[in-house]
């Protein structure tokens, strides 16, 4: 009897550990793909306009859902759905972005519908290494963050490629968890315009 008893207690704990497997897998399986990309342009809620282009380039390779690799370098591709200055918004700005291409080499683009859940600061460099170059204050072998006193390389913060948190660490910038009716992805200025400079880095979740 209790040889019988031992049997079936081991179907069933094989049978809740199967489970889980399948369980583990299929939300592995359905989790979003994300993309890391950097922006190419710039953007300025006090001179932006609904309907400028958005473009971003990726970080790294991805795998969508379907197995379609998407090599570093793909354009990212969007526009921009909503715009509010300082001014109009009484002191608060807004920009809501809406990625939905992704345009790789060849000519291949896909469509998509991308949705912005972090974004962080470009590496910063104490003061300007173009100016200082041209002003002499460094040798050309001194170019590369790093190589020098002046320009030491930039420290890996939390918020890096390899341990990125969920929403904005742009000084005052916020970012919305949901996208709006448009598709588009909210970010915020309380105080200040959005500025969005060259080589800001965004992961996009595609839907």
Known sequence: MQVRRSYWTGCLIMAMLLISSFSTSGSAQNAAPALIAKFTTSLNTKTAKVGDTVEAKTEKPAKLADGTIIPKSTKLL?????????????????????????????????????????????????????????????????????????????????DSEDNIKPGSTLDGISIESQMNALGATPLHGLGREVKINYEVAIEVELK
């Open 78 to 158: 969007g526009r921009v759905a909503v715009v509010q200055s300082k001014q109009d918004g009484n002191g608060k700005s807004t920009v809501a972005i809406a990625f939905d291409k992704l345009e790789m080499k060849g000519g291949v683009s896909l469509p998509i519908k991308g949705q912005i859940v972090a974004i962080w600061p470009a590496p910063e460099y104490p003061g300007n290494l173009y100016f200082d170059m041209r002003a002499g204050a460094i040798k050309p072998e001194d170019q590369k963050p790093g190589t020098n006193a002046a320009h030491p390389a930039p420290s890996k913060s939390s």
